[in-house]
């Protein structure tokens, strides 16, 4: 099919881009010996000229819907050797790549790679495309005596040739041809031949004179080509689609289904609003090599704003400046902290009304009573009227591993999977404290206790239990909290004698805010609390590291950290419930490793998103990785290679 061979193509193209992450086997690239001229005999007829190559510039093509480009990958090779300080042989694994050996000293690394995907306008049902990859070369005539070893190369127009890679069955068909821009000539691959034909020529004598940003990594993906030759087509699509869908996820029963049509329509009419409002997707991404750091964007263009995603894209632009205050309020054991801006209520109306009509269908079709359904879909549209502006912080909990029995260590490898997250609410607590309470107030209910146990089989002793109440704590006047109980037999049957699993979400008041801390582990949970309420030095604003988001101009953002991503990696919660122990992942040796990096993980990698309000619209996220999580990334490569030793630092002077 065309579509596999499309995406066989641009995942051998990704798979380049890979290469510059990942170190490859050894093995460099090989040298060309230069060729002697033959000499002519005195005498004989002169050669007749080749006639010139046809190096005129070849406009872009108007059905052009993706278009990337690598600048320089040995620029990027080099500079990721530097940092990991571990051997790339970027050659080798090109002719890994290309299945061609013995190619790599032709192809020059220094020049672009291209990638391009256009619309075949000749399909006119089903979107078809014309895919095809190129890459820089020294010459058209080494590149012919480098592949016409071991391949047959087939003359073509112009000074070029055809060559097919790869093993008979899964072939790659190619034209070299003399070029345009830095490299004088291209290797132009694609799945099929017509992909090759149609596409070389704008990527051999045009795309590398194109104007594109100056950066490592930059793309873009245009979808007013498609827009143009199946707009007309997409309302009846996506109605036929929505139709599927609503028929697929259907129950047999009549109120739920017709709840369920209802709310895939609504996702339908969204979609096609959508798909009409965008414009266009771009990246870009830039390694500095003496800074030691990568920065990056991916911003989103509209033409339009009729759907709601594109509305509540632009809903806080005039708010855009640097984190609110409540943000460097987070506990400064925080291994990433967000802030979003918040919305109006109102926004969330459709939400709020589609949700509930498949809570209160779902519920009634297991036989919960009319009364209790009300009470269930109340608590779930209330979640709805209040969006304030919100920081969310998270960190990590370490396991005791104190454990003797089966359902203990289930419970500690269930805290620490859950960890710890505090969320910081610009509002008072009228409105959590009274959620909270109806949760525990309509859970306690007697129906839907009975409901409870004969939907689950359980009694009532192996129920989760709920409470909501104070929890007299010093330094936190008003401190209250749901607890739910999960009995330690939902976990392990023979753990008749163990104390339960207590999940908290816990609320402070403090004054026009509300703290609120989700875990499993009291002690931390306090802490972390204490930490945002007394501010301070016990806070995330004492970090001389995180000046950049103090100037920045965005509308939402934060940062993350290497510490929290491993953790968050290593402690998965389902695991712990379908039985297994996260003590026993492997990457608990990444654990045990980032204490003994030169920053322990805990250097910030920043990432803000900030709108554009013109024509056309933009909304840009924008990331940057900082100089000491490339030192700790190189430590722990270098550290999980398996080297002895201590460590390796680079000297550094703070920013």
């Known amino acids: 099919m065309v579509y596999d061979a499309a995406m066989r193509t641009l995942a051998s193209t990704y798979a380049l881009v890979g290469l510059a992450l990942f170190p490859l086997a050894c093995g460099g690239a090989s040298s060309t010996t230069p060729q002697t001229p033959s000499s002519v005999a005195v005498g004989s007829e002169p050669a007749t000229a080749s006639p010139p190559p046809n190096l005129t510039t070849v406009e872009e093509p108007q059905n052009i819907v993706v278009i990337a480009r690598w600048k320089n990958p040995k620029r990027v090779f080099d500079t990721l050797q530097q940092w990991v300080g571990i051997p790339l042989p970027a050659e080798s694994g090109v002719e890994d790549l290309l299945r061609a050996p013995g190619v790599g000293a032709v192809i020059d690394m220094t020049t672009p790679v291209d990638v391009v995907v256009a619309l075949d306008e000749s399909s006119s049902q089903t979107p078809k495309a014309f895919v095809s990859f190129s890459m820089g070369l020294r010459s058209v005539q080494e590149a012919r005596e480098a592949f016409s070893r071991k391949r047959e190369v087939k003359d073509a127009a112009d000074g070029a040739f055809r060559v097919e890679l790869g093993p008979e069955w899964d072939t790659l068909p190619c034209i070299v041809s003399p070029a345009l821009g830095s490299a004088p000539a291209r290797l132009v691959c ?12 704008f990527m051999a004598r045009g795309l590398p004179v194109m104007n594109l940003p100056d950066r490592d990594l930059v793309g873009e993906v245009r979808l007013a080509p498609l827009q143009n030759k199946y707009g007309k087509m997409l309302p009846q699509l996506i109605q036929m689609g929505s139709s599927v869908a609503s028929h697929e996820l259907g129950t047999g029963d009549r109120n739920l289904d017709r709840a369920i049509s209802d709310t895939v329509g609504e996702l339908g009419k969204e979609l096609l609003a959508l798909s009409t409002d965008l414009d266009s ?4 991404t830039q390694l500095e090599p003496d800074a030691k750091t990568l920065t990056g964007e991916m911003s989103l263009a509209f ?10 894209f632009f809903d806080n632009a005039e708010k855009a400046g640097p984190p609110p205050a409540l943000f460097w309020n987070a506990p400064i054991d925080s291994t990433s902290v967000a802030f979003d801006r918040g919305s109006s209520p109102s926004h969330f109306a459709s939400f709020r009304r589609h949700g509930g009509n498949l809570l209160d269908a779902a519920l009634a079709r297991e036989n ?4 209790d359904r009300k009470e269930v879909v109340a608590l779930f549209e209330k979640m709805f009227e209040g969006f304030p502006t919100t920081i969310t912080a998270q960190g990590p909990v370490l396991s005791s591993k104190t454990a003797t029995t089966k359902a203990g260590e289930l419970q500690e490898a269930a805290t620490a999977a859950l960890g710890w997250y505090v969320l910081g609410l610009d509002e008072n607590s009228t409105r959590i404290d009274a959620w909270l309470q109806d949760v525990s107030r309509v859970y306690a209910r007697p129906t839907i206790q009975r409901w409870l146990r004969t939907t689950s089989g359980l009694d009532a002793n192996h129920l989760p239990q709920v409470r909501y109440g104070a929890m007299a704590t010093a330094g936190l006047p008003g401190l209250k909290a749901l607890q739910v109980s999960i009995p330690a037999t939902l976990m392990d049957a023979s753990s008749k004698n163990e104390k339960p699993l207590i999940y908290y979400i816990m609320m402070l008041p403090d004054g026009n805010r509300t703290w609120l801390a989700t875990g499993a582990d009291q002690a931390s949970l306090i ?3 204490k930490a945002a309420k007394t501010g301070g030095a016990s806070t995330i604003n004492s970090r001389k590291d995180l000046e950049a988001l103090r100037s920045a101009r965005a509308v939402g953002g934060g940062f993350f950290t290497m510490t929290g991503i491993v953790h968050q990696a290593s402690n998965d919660i389902m695991d712990v419930f379908q039985g297994y122990n996260s ?3 492997e990457l608990q040796q990444f654990l045990a490793a980032i204490p003994k990096l030169p920053h322990r993980g805990n250097a910030p990698m ?3 998103t900030r709108v554009d309000d013109g024509s056309p619209a933009r909304v840009t996220v924008q990331f940057k990785v900082t100089r000491e999580t490339v030192e700790d990334l190189r430590a722990l490569i270098l550290t999980m290679g398996g080297l002895t030793g201590p460590v390796p630092t680079t000297p550094r002077t703070n920013p």
Do not use: Y
Request: aromatic share 8%.
């Open 190 to 201: 694609g799945p099929r031949n017509k992909d090759v034909e149609i596409l070389q020529p």
């Open 281 to 284: 997707l771009r990246f870009e």
């Open 303 to 312: 033409q339009s704003r009729t759907s709601w995603l594109a509305q509540r």
């Open 368 to 371: 919960l009573p009319l009364a």
């Open 527 to 529: 802490n972390q609390l």
């Open 583 to 585: 003590r026993n992942s």
């Open 606 to 608: 920043f990432i803000t």
